[in-house]
């Protein structure tokens, strides 16, 4: 069974950088998506970053050019580096792996929704304060 550990949630100031990190163990074959989502208070989880099975990358349009996704060779792990940081960017941050092949959810996974199909980790709190 797939296990996802995050950390590196924090109190940061806007305008500020925060790395989150994400061990995965048990993931078998590593032809599956594996992405960062957030949950803001009163709003759907929603995918900020992923990362297909060939590499390619995907970001939501609020992120994009702030965030990056890190992949380690062994593709176990995955951070995420925010920088610029934004009051919007508040929430529970969620390290994600779909149970579907990467190869059918399109460029850089742009198509995981993560309302099905896909393992969670238990989320870390990221707070931002002005």
């Known amino acids: 069974q797939v296990q996802l550990m995050e950390s590196g949630g924090d109190s940061v100031q806007t305008g500020g950088s925060l790395r989150l990190s994400c061990a995965a163990t048990?993931?078998?074959?590593?032809?599956?998506?594996m992405g960062w989502f957030r949950q803001a208070p009163g709003k759907e989880r929603e995918r900020v970053a992923s990362?297909?099975?060939?590499?390619?990358?995907d970001y939501h349009g609020s992120v994009r050019g702030r965030f990056t996704v890190f992949q380690d060779n062994t593709k176990t792990k995955l951070d995420l580096q925010l920088n610029s940081i934004r009051l919007d960017d508040a929430g529970i941050y969620y390290c994600?792996?779909?149970?579907?092949?990467?190869?059918?959810?399109?460029?850089?996974?742009?198509?995981?929704?993560?309302?099905?199909?896909?393992?969670w980790g238990q989320g870390t709190q990221v707070t931002i304060f002005s």
């Open positions: 990362i297909a099975a060939d590499g390619g990358t």
């Open positions: 048990n993931l078998g074959s590593p032809k599956y998506c």
């Open positions: 994600a792996v779909s149970r579907l092949p990467s190869s059918i959810l399109g460029r850089g996974c742009r198509n995981w929704s993560g309302r099905e199909h896909t393992t």
